[in-house]
C-alpha cells in the first residue's frame, strides 16, 4: 500500500476553505434580493467558469463529447441539472436562515452523506468494513461537529433584516422561517451528493479526455464543464 501524501489532504483543505467562503461576500448586498444577486453569481460561476476552465485545460473538447458517446454525454447533463436544484436550495436557505447555518449545514451534511454515497456506490460490501465503519464514524463526529457549527452560526449570524433592505418586503425571522431554512439547507445538503454521480457517471468522458491528450489530474474538467454548467439552469430559470 502506497502512504498518503499530504498533498491530496492539503487540497481537500485548501479546497473546503475556499468553498465555504465564497458565499461571505453576499452578507455585504445591500440593495438586491437574494435572486437578483444569485443569477448574477449562477451565471459566473456556474454556467460560464466551467467552460473557460474546460477549453483551456481540455484539448480537443469537442470531439471528447463526441467519442465519449450522446447517452453519457445527456446522462450527464441530466444528472448534473438535478444536483442544480441543491443550489437553488442552498441561496433560498442562506435567504431564510442566514450564511453561517445555511453553509454549516450544508457542507456538513453533504460531505457525511457523499462519502457514504460514493462508497456505497463503489463497493456497498465495505459499508461495514472496519474501513467503512471507520469512514462512519468520521462522518457521525462531523454531524455532530456540523450542530455546533450551526449553534454557533445561530449566535452571532446578524438577523436578516439588519443587512437586507426592509423595502424588499422580507419578513423578520421567526421560527417558521428558521424550520424551513433549515429544511432547505438539509435538503440541498442530500442534494448535492448527487454531483458524485455526475462524476462517476462520467468516467467515460474522462478516459476520453485523457485518450486526447489531456493531463489525468485536469481530465475531470471535461466532466464539470457539463454537470456544473447543466446546474446552473435551475438557478437561472428560478
Not at 132 to 160: I, K, N, S, Y
Request: glycine letters at 10%.
Amino acid at each position: 500500500m502506497q502512504p498518503i501524501g499530504i498533498g491530496g489532504p492539503a487540497l481537500s483543505l485548501l479546497a473546503g476553505g475556499i468553498g465555504g467562503s465564497t458565499l461571505a461576500p453576499a452578507k455585504r448586498i445591500k440593495n438586491w434580493a437574494w435572486e437578483n444577486w444569485w443569477l448574477v453569481f449562477a451565471i459566473c460561476a456556474y454556467l460560464c467558469s466551467p467552460w473557460i476552465v474546460a477549453a483551456f485545460s481540455i484539448p480537443h473538447l469537442s470531439s471528447v463529447y463526441r467519442l465519449a458517446g450522446h447517452k453519457v454525454t445527456l446522462e450527464t447533463l441530466f444528472i448534473g441539472m438535478a444536483w442544480g436544484f441543491a443550489v437553488v436550495l442552498a441561496g433560498k436557505a442562506l435567504d431564510l436562515v442566514g450564511y453561517s447555518i445555511s453553509t454549516a449545514l450544508l457542507y456538513g451534511s453533504s460531505v457525511a452523506l457523499g462519502s457514504l454515497g460514493a462508497l456505497f456506490l463503489i463497493d456497498r460490501s465495505k459499508l461495514f468494513s472496519s474501513a467503512g465503519l471507520t469512514l462512519l464514524a468520521w462522518d457521525l463526529l462531523l454531524l455532530v461537529g456540523v450542530g455546533f457549527c450551526a449553534q454557533a452560526g445561530r449566535l452571532r449570524e446578524p438577523p436578516p433584516e439588519k443587512f437586507r433592505p426592509a423595502y424588499f418586503g422580507q419578513p423578520a425571522p421567526t421560527p417558521a422561517r428558521t424550520r424551513l431554512g433549515i429544511f432547505c439547507s438539509l435538503l440541498a445538503g442530500v442534494l448535492a451528493t448527487l454531483f458524485n454521480i455526475v462524476l462517476a457517471n462520467g468516467e467515460p468522458i474522462r478516459h476520453q479526455a485523457i485518450a486526447l491528450g489531456a493531463d489525468p489530474n485536469l481530465a475531470a474538467n471535461a466532466i464539470w464543464s457539463l454537470g456544473v454548467s447543466a446546474g446552473s439552469l435551475p438557478s437561472i430559470v428560478w
